[in-house]
């Protein structure tokens, strides 16, 4: 899976890039698009069908938010077109840009109306309508003051002014003037529409407060800066996380555990599985219509489930206690699998090298899966010394990989942990 992942993310997910970029993707494409991309996860080339081991919302969010970090193909091509409109609003006057300007109504300097002509193919009215979701995420920086409209643009660091100060808003004149109308080198230079009434001067005088710490002009056009980073430059990838963020977001998920461990991609994937809890044991293939008689394969006492497997079998655990009594740690086990990735990361304080120590759940877990395949596809059954030989072979080579002028002893391996 740990390959395929990759193709998906640097291939698959890459073709339709330039389409995205000017078209909105429609949902018949999105859809069959999304049946490719979730298939060749899951079965690869293979005829048979393959089990989809987790929803296709979940895998298509971010690493961080519980996913496996495919792209969301609505959420790509929305963060593509919104880089139109900043350009657009930080127009430089190219082609395009002219051609845009001459054919829509403008709405304000940065801007044209949104486009509501019923007929025709328009490009820009799809993309038109993802202003909003730019203007939120970005601030205006004044130079010369003259695009930036005083009350309506967001350009002062405590908000939108119209929206704070309405009831100044409504006794000024010139409501839409510019910030290069309204100042002067003396200062602000307001009209009132009539005289103030006595509870409004301390409203009145809260405003000017507000406003009254201003730079002053300087030369150079006005900036839509864009506030998902540092530089105020709209980046795409940046805006598709900003937006994968707000999808959902699931508490304490070990994501640093799964994929920044040092051990191969496919076993990183199938410890995401296993925090997913779905892989393939016995519950879940009965969850989807096979009947079985389950049991553990290793202690044959109980229900074959994630948990159990990995986690809480008798089997399983002599595992767990090499580790725990080389250290001397003592360690409650927790109820889930990525409760236990967090909980042994905590544990670790005491390890002397915390990404060695990092990389033991996932030995365990890799040993204690072949070892159940073994049992259960080719009938073979190892003694639980074998297996604990194998899951500290695993570790020794993964830390020689980390750490190539290292010795190979077991010995060695242990102690350094
Ligand atoms: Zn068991």
């Known amino acids: 899976m740990g390959g395929r992942l990759t193709l998906i993310n640097s291939v698959l997910d890459a073709l339709p890039i330039y389409m995205m970029s000017l078209f909105p993707i429609p949902p018949g494409v999105t859809k069959r698009l999304d049946s490719i991309r979730r298939k060749f996860l899951w079965q690869g080339n293979k005829e048979m069908k393959g089990f989809h081991l987790v929803k296709w919302k979940s895998v298509i969010t971010g690493k961080k938010n519980g996913g496996l970090g495919i792209k969301n193909l609505n959420l790509q091509s929305k963060a593509l077109q919104m880089k ?11 082609l395009w840009e002219r051609v845009i300007e001459a054919k829509y109504i403008p709405e304000d300097k940065w801007m044209t109306k949104e486009v509501t002509t019923p007929y025709g193919v328009s490009l820009w009215r799809s993309i038109r309508n993802l202003w909003d979701e730019v203007k939120n995420n ?3 920086k004044v130079f010369d003051g003259r695009k930036t409209m005083f009350w309506k643009d967001n350009w002062h660091e405590k908000g939108n002014l119209e929206e704070l100060f309405p009831d100044v808003y409504n006794l000024v ?4 003037g510019f910030i290069a109308d309204l100042w002067t080198p003396q200062g602000w230079n307001f009209n009132f529409r009539r005289h103030l009434n006595d509870w409004e001067v301390q409203r009145v005088a809260d405003f000017l407060n507000t406003v009254e710490p201003f730079n002053g002009l300087q030369t150079g056009k ?22 994968d963020q707000t999808n959902q977001q699931i508490k304490n998920w070990p994501w640093k555990q799964i994929w920044k461990s040092r051990i191969p991609y496919k076993v990183s994937c199938f410890v995401w599985l296993l925090a997913k809890e779905a892989a393939l044991t016995q519950d879940n293939v009965m969850k989807r219509g096979i009947t079985l008689c389950s049991r553990c394969f290793l202690c044959g006492e109980t229900l074959e489930n994630v948990n159990h497997l990995f986690l809480h079998c008798k ?25 236990a990735l967090k909980s042994w990361e905590e544990a670790g304080v005491l390890a002397k090298d915390r990404g060695r120590w990092r990389l033991i759940p996932a030995s365990i877990w890799w040993a204690i899966w072949k070892e159940r395949n073994s049992r259960c596809f080719e009938s073979i059954e190892n003694s639980v010394q074998k297996v604990k030989l194998n899951c500290i072979l695993l570790l020794c080579f993964w830390c020689n990989q980390l750490y190539s002028n290292d010795t190979v002893s077991i010995i060695d391996v242990l102690d350094s942990i």
Do not use: C
């Open 222 to 243: 006005d900036v839509l800066w864009w506030t998902g980073n540092n530089r105020g430059v709209y980046k795409v990838s940046r805006a598709y996380k900003l937006m």
């Open 84 to 94: 139109w409109l900043w350009k657009y609003a930080n127009g430089n006057q190219l």
């Open 173 to 176: 004149t010139f409501q839409q």
């Open 315 to 339: 089997y399983t655990q002599q595992l767990w206690r090499i580790f725990l009594s080389h250290k001397g740690i003592s360690w409650t086990m927790p109820g889930k699998v990525s409760e």
């Open 138 to 140: 970005s601030k205006v």
